[in-house]
């Protein structure tokens, strides 16, 4: 089974940078070619999706997310990161890393909390 661990998220002032990881199965990304993708999810809202990159690196951003977060991922490294800059109150959310599908069991998620 495919587990998905998340890291990275904590309290950070307006206008501030993060940067949020995933590790992946070993292998997973050997073995299937996903697109991966994270998403975030505020609290009394739905889970949306903020950025997802190919296995070719090609990436696609939510229109919050353009301009101020990069996706990125290391396949011999079973990573997914997310670099975060310029976050404002409105990105506090609980962030989760999966398929652009949603393939896998969600992960814990990590928490960013940005202060205004």
């Known amino acids: 089974q495919v587990q998905l661990v998340e890291s990275g998220g904590g309290l950070v002032q307006h206008g501030g940078s993060l940067t949020l990881s995933c590790v992946t199965t070993?292998?997973?990304?050997?073995?299937?070619?996903?697109?991966m993708a994270w998403y975030r999810q505020a609290p009394g809202k739905q889970r949306e999706l903020v950025a997802s990159?190919?296995?070719?690196?090609?990436?696609n951003y939510a229109n919050f997310a353009w301009g101020r977060f990069t996706i990125s991922r290391d396949d011999a490294k079973n990573m997914v990161y997310l670099e975060m800059s310029n976050l404002n109150a409105e990105d506090t959310a609980a962030y989760y890393c999966?398929?652009?599908?949603?393939?896998?069991?969600w992960g814990r998620g990590t928490q960013v909390t940005v202060s205004s």
């Open positions: 999966n398929t652009d599908s949603g393939e896998f069991e």
């Open positions: 990159v190919t296995r070719y690196h090609e990436s």
């Open positions: 070993e292998g997973v990304f050997r073995l299937y070619p996903y697109t």
